[in-house]
């Protein structure tokens, strides 16, 4: 789906360095999602959106920073790697809200903590 | 908040067979159940979801039901094909709810 796409698709990075993985999406959902994706652990929410300007901890925040100034965009910022944040993450994008509908999901993000 | 337990973790099942994942839930408020397929290196996609006004929703081969007096939901697929093999994940969600938290997941492996 061309509606939502992360950047990069895989990324090394060296311990204590920041990185930002961006998270793009073109339908004005208001709603978006970070997640992370490790092995017996499925998807555990990072942070999420409810609209500009407004984000909230989800269930592993610590490590993480999140800023959305414009709807359309979620970057997620690590601030200083560690090796325990290896994982692929995902962003997601929905209308939700009292819909509770579809959440669509970015082709994910491989990142490689050494 | 909302805890989703989703089981097995790992479900083999023969080709043509049935598969059934289970998810059990802990908030009798939640009125939205959505299942997610993910396939290997793909992203998660909705397969199907049911509202806590319904009991049974069908799609083709694939069915959920939902028993709110047990609080708990499953995933049927019928005719198991190797395409089905993925990884399924459930959420239980409430009215209100910014988030979306999943269960753990379930790998099904089809097996020929």
């Known amino acids: 789906d061309a509606g939502i796409t992360q950047s990069p698709r895989y990324k090394i990075t060296e311990t204590g360095r920041q990185v930002t993985l961006m998270c793009h999406q073109t339908?004005?959902?208001?709603?978006m999602f970070w997640y992370r994706q490790d092995l017996g652990h499925g998807l555990r929410l990072i942070y999420y959106?409810?609209?500009?300007?407004?984000?909230d901890k989800g269930e592993v925040p610590d490590g993480y920073v999140v800023s959305r100034s414009k709807t359309e965009n979620f970057p997620l910022t690590l601030e200083s790697a560690t090796r325990s944040q290896t994982s692929v993450y995902f962003c997601?994008?929905?209308?939700?809200?009292?819909?509770?509908?579809?959440?669509?999901f970015g082709q994910g993000t491989r990142l490689t903590v050494v | 908040g909302e805890n989703v337990e989703q089981h097995p973790s790992t479900l083999s099942v023969q080709e043509g067979d049935s598969a059934v994942i289970k998810c059990t839930y802990s908030?009798?408020?939640?009125?939205?159940f959505p299942w997610y397929k993910q396939e290997l290196g793909k992203r998660p996609q909705l397969i199907i979801d049911?509202?806590?006004?319904?009991g049974e929703k069908k799609d083709q081969r694939i069915a959920v039901t939902l028993n709110k007096t047990a609080k708990h939901f499953s995933l049927h697929i019928t005719e198991t094909q190797p395409e089905d093999s993925a990884v399924y994940f459930c959420?239980?969600?409430?009215?209100?709810?910014?988030?979306?938290?999943f269960g753990k997941g379930t790998r099904l492996h089809i097996l020929p």
């Open positions: 997601a994008s929905s209308v939700w809200g009292r819909l509770n509908t579809e959440a669509f």
């Open positions: 339908w004005s959902h208001s709603y």
């Open positions: 959106s409810a609209a500009a300007d407004i984000t």
């Open positions: 908030d009798s408020a939640s009125n939205y």
């Open positions: 049911i509202r806590s006004n319904v």
């Open positions: 959420a239980a969600i409430k009215s209100g709810d910014d988030k979306i938290i």
